[in-house]
């Protein structure tokens, strides 16, 4: 179906409280991606993870970790949320095939208020 | 670091009109892909188009095109016949080839507003 899902689409949380954020797809698509995005700052990278257990930072991942234990699902956890974190949160596929010019698959994002 | 830059925050026009947007980008590989991507309304962001830096035809796809300046690192993004459902938030993007090359970035991008 070609499909990247995220839940929940909404979250509040206190600062402190731990916070996990889920995205599944169903393309079997090895590269997997957090991105956030603030207004003003576009997209930014937080993780990718190229299969299962082979992660990599982006650009921002203080604050973050992820975990991905199967191809389909990849989480982002942040521990002990701040209030800096409110953002809206996407997540990403792409398949890799040996070259880099594959487009993304987005899903519809995470709002999240850490109050 | 590779880097992704938009300089217009927003662009209005009107209907049936072509709209230009600007992105350049650093860096270093040889061999690197542009892509442009559209966030709706609802917060969708959908692929629009894709440029390969070793071809050096301009891509096209429907009413969007590109124009790969290469020696100016840059790719605008051309809407020609604008549509008022083309209102949207317009991100240039940049993935790097080679072994590592599967980190995308993004520009702060563009919103565009079509007027009737």
């Known amino acids: 179906d070609m499909k990247v899902t995220q839940m929940p689409r909404y979250l509040i949380k206190r600062m402190g409280e731990n916070v996990l954020l889920e995205c599944g797809q169903d393309?079997?698509?090895?590269?997997m991606y957090w991105y956030r995005q603030d207004p003003g700052l576009g997209l930014q990278l937080i993780y990718i993870?190229?299969?299962?257990?082979?992660?990599s930072e982006g650009d921002i991942p203080k604050g973050y970790r992820v975990s991905r234990k199967k191809r389909e699902h990849f989480s982002l956890i942040l521990d002990s949320a701040k209030t800096n974190q409110t953002s809206v949160y996407f997540c990403?596929?792409?398949?890799?095939?040996?070259?880099?010019?594959?487009?993304?698959?987005f899903g519809h994002g995470t709002k999240l208020s850490v109050l | 670091a590779q880097k992704v830059t938009q300089t217009q925050t927003s662009i209005s026009v009107m209907e049936k009109t072509t709209v230009t947007m600007d992105c350049v980008y650093e860096?270093?590989?040889?061999?690197?892909?542009l892509f442009w991507y559209k966030q709706t309304a609802s917060g969708e962001i959908v692929f629009l188009i894709r440029?390969?830096?070793?071809?050096?035809e301009n891509a096209t796809v429907g009413h969007y095109s590109l124009n790969f300046q290469k020696p100016k690192s840059s790719i605008g993004l051309i809407i020609t016949a604008t549509q008022i459902e083309d209102s949207a938030v317009y991100f240039c993007?940049?993935?790097?080839?080679?072994?590592?090359?599967?980190?995308?970035?993004f520009g702060s991008g563009t919103r565009l507003l079509v007027s009737p």
């Open positions: 993007a940049m993935r790097e080839g080679g072994t590592g090359g599967y980190k995308v970035v």
């Open positions: 860096t270093q590989d040889s061999s690197y892909f």
């Open positions: 440029q390969d830096s070793y071809k050096k």
């Open positions: 990403a596929s792409s398949p890799n095939r040996g070259i880099s010019n594959e487009r993304l698959f």
């Open positions: 393309m079997s698509h090895e590269t």
């Open positions: 993870s190229y299969d299962v257990d082979s992660n």
